[in-house]
């Protein structure tokens, strides 16, 4: 493997050097060993370079299309995920028991890297199938799990979250699918659905034998009306075709076109046209969306996994090209031959930046993996709780200047769809609306984790980098990084205290300038970390010594650019600048 | 006419309130009065909305081809361009002795940024005639003027500009085409062309009767080998038919797929194929950049002008959405009807800085145009000559911020192909890239027109926006802002001190961050500006109070959120920062 997809010395150090992957899996009990995970991350790689990248620009050409109600595919779509399934990956998460290879989430969150550098929206359909089986398996009945999960386990249903309808979209609250009681069986207790669903990735498709939706919706009290809020709403299994074989009322009323992403077929649907659509509640009414949430939270790492995959490939082609095309001198020579551009001032700004955006997005968020399979320390649990906004929304936004980045060091190239710079863009600019906007997750980071019940995980976070900032001081090359953090924390302390001070019904107002602080100095510590892991290796030859030293270059690039803008920023948020919030609507 | 394209209210604020239109006319000498302006730039409007907008979808998705060796564009392109030309609208700018209405170029730019708004791509090869007509007006001779000029300046031919070559982007010393001496007639000394010219905007089309191509080339010396660097560059007249009606000798080799701007055709022109393409050259060998400059000056005026206009129409489109678009409650409020989001905290932060963004650099662009036309007064040049990277630069990465934002106001409908907001997000993207990239505009900002001879320029800036200032000195809602300006300006002084004490082979090591910097600058200064220019205003009724309003409000702004930015990005370039510029290709 070449580094066309991702850098694996860089997948490599981040496992081993930084993470200590084989400490990892001894420490949550997970009976994989290192020479298993690197079979199943070469053969990831692999697979992802012959048979996903391969329709990468084809799958952006020819869109999905609605043929006589039913969307089509590009078929190397479903041929990649085919052959996705006979290699077991789709299972490869699940427990054994579930007819999986039982792999701890940071393994196949470095598996899923490759496939969404090589082609997010074909192995979206993946994604999403895997986090529907896994909340069937874990809130489903015995019945639901063994009818609905499996199927999806095994890869030959794919499985969708239909959240979002024309009118609610942040507001789940909002939603008006309307689910009666029709009765029992061995599925559990069984209704009728009627309502549309919005923004359906995977809502229809001719892949799989058949899809299981997951679907929120309210059951009407005894007055007929739906209960208002979020606490009313529950989640039903909704099946494409059902178990005797018959299609279920589920109507494709429009696809929607996208500026990118565009394998992923996405949906409007709706439910009971007729007499509305068969489905089984999960668990009891009103739980649905707690239930949801942990689809959801799976599903943020994933989109920002998703956007540090799209951003690091953009980084290395970008690179690539710096080293090849000639153009230019050094300042001041104006004859003989030009020089390739990485040599000029400003392309190694752009490089050296789109690196700390994209690789310091991968660390974040296979840190964030690690966590997750930690879910037995409370410790973890909270900081990846605190983390995850942070983890959905940093390379979503960041990811994305590294692709812009990208195309600028391409030139006019960068601009054409002869090259792939361009669709990275465009496929990364889905990342900060799905799955919760960036707004969203910065009400979510401040309101619930910072200033909320979820709080604790912000200590857990500032003793991490404390300690990384302690280590920091005796290394000569970084020393000054880890006062630079401690300050940082300090900075963010002391925002915090005023914040609360506010009135509490202003404390929000600036909360993406928040969110994009803490982002920065969570960076910043990732940073640290990186650039302490990599002086502590012992390289062998000229190559290693230069990947050291491009972790240190970019470690320093953050804490001399980057980080320093969060100070503006928590200036402006503890100060409670009214610049915004103040604004009456007639001043637009 | 609504608000669909531009905000009429604002194009006459900033005309008339803060521009004072008609004393300009009067001092430049201008036999057009207010009337005429005020019928010119609705007529633009008009057909703007009525002709340009109504195929800005199509003309995206259904691209120019190349058919037989001919390039085919949207009939509805040349439709448009064809009623363009018969209101007088190609010549609208030129002399009354080339056909024209002399009409001043403050008022033609603003009649460009309603047609950039509705259709930058249409349009542009309407700005692109414009400027080949006035450069071969300008250089060359009367034979010349009136057989390629007059043609263009009445919109029956269209004029391209053919500079860079596939090897030779930004560097045109590199340019390989060649000119060989080929006897002369009345045209002048004539030349055969042979060489590949790429990114040629226009390069082919099928709607008008001729295309003249205004090319770079080189004319070998005794030993036939080009003269080195760009003193060796002549400019040559080479169109499509010859005087004779016969097809010249330049072939379509390709035309690019862009990202974006689509409705422009894109092409690898080659000239030269059989015995040389036929051109004459315009004044004498060696004059071909310095005169092509005058082209490219006015191309980045249009540019900034046309990614201004972008983001204008992005944020009139993100407002009018966001309040329409009912969705969530105010925080702590759970139950009642949803609210329209223009009333939720982070809403209002993304219209602000969308506002501020795109009307700032919109008026940046228009107080530009007033200095063109200001030609005889030496400050005026002077001033333009430092602002024209800003110009070119400021709207296509700010602008694009606006769009950005606006498609995030949108949430999910704004990544779909149903609104035109992401359509507008991929236009702008190429405005960072042609007529010189941000890092060329950058290196020119600080090498010739901050440390080189062009210095002037700044001080005449600082003079300009100091006395905004003290201005503002009297104005409670506006002191703190001017001493704002007035510190910011020492900071920018106190850095060119700096630099200038730095080893001159490192001073432009961050002119990009110092381009940024300087940027935020002027922009303060010009919010400041305008927000003098609405305290003044007599507000007669509600609207006129909302408007001033707004205009303070993004002034306000601009100076709490933005402007603070520019100190941490002078300490870098003031210091000297080695992060980037210091590192080996190897650690990438």
Known sequence: MSDVLLSERDMAFLLDDWLGLETHLAAIGSDTDRETVSQYL???????????????????????????????VLPEVGEALREFAELGLFSASFPAELGGMGLPYLVTSASYAWFAAANGASVGYAMLTGANARLIAAFGSEAQRDRFALPQIEGRWFGTMCLSEPQAGSSLGDIRTRAVPDGSDEFGD???LTGNKMWISGGDQDISENIVHLVLAKVPGEDGALPEGTEGISLFIVPKILPDGVHNDIAVA????????????NCLLNFGEGEGATGWIVGKPGQGLAQMFMMMNEARVAVGLGAASLACRGYLLARDYAKERLQGRA???????PVAIVDHADIKRMLI???????????????AAKLVDEKANPESTALLDLLTPVVKTYPSEFGRLANDLAIQVHGGYGYTRDFDVEQLYRDNRLNPIHEGTTG?????????????RGAGGFDIFSKRAEEAASRAADNPDLAAHGSALADAIGNLEETIVSLKALDPARRLDNSALFLEAFG????????????????????????????AAGKIAACRYYFEVELPKSQHLLALVGGGSTAAASLGAEIF
């Open 331 to 337: 300042p001041g020579v104006r004859d003989g031959t």
């Open 190 to 192: 069984r209704y009728r």
């Open 440 to 452: 969203i997750q910065a009400g979510d980071l401040l309101g619930r984790k910072i200033l909320g």
């Open 254 to 265: 429009g696809l929607n076109h996208k500026m990118g992403n565009r394998g992923t077929s």
């Open 520 to 547: 920065h100095v969570v960076l910043a510590w990732l940073w640290l970390e990186q650039a302490l892991a990599a002086s502590s290796m012992i390289a062998a030859d000229e190559e290693s010594r230069a990947f």
């Open 42 to 72: 070469d053969l990831s790689a692999k697979l992802a370079a012959d048979r996903f990248l391969t329709h990468y620009k084809k799958s952006d050409h020819e869109e999905p299309r609605l043929e006589n109600g039913r969307v089509r």
């Open 353 to 367: 930046a789109a690196k700390a955006y994209s690789e310091g997005s991968l660390a974040l968020c296979l840190y």
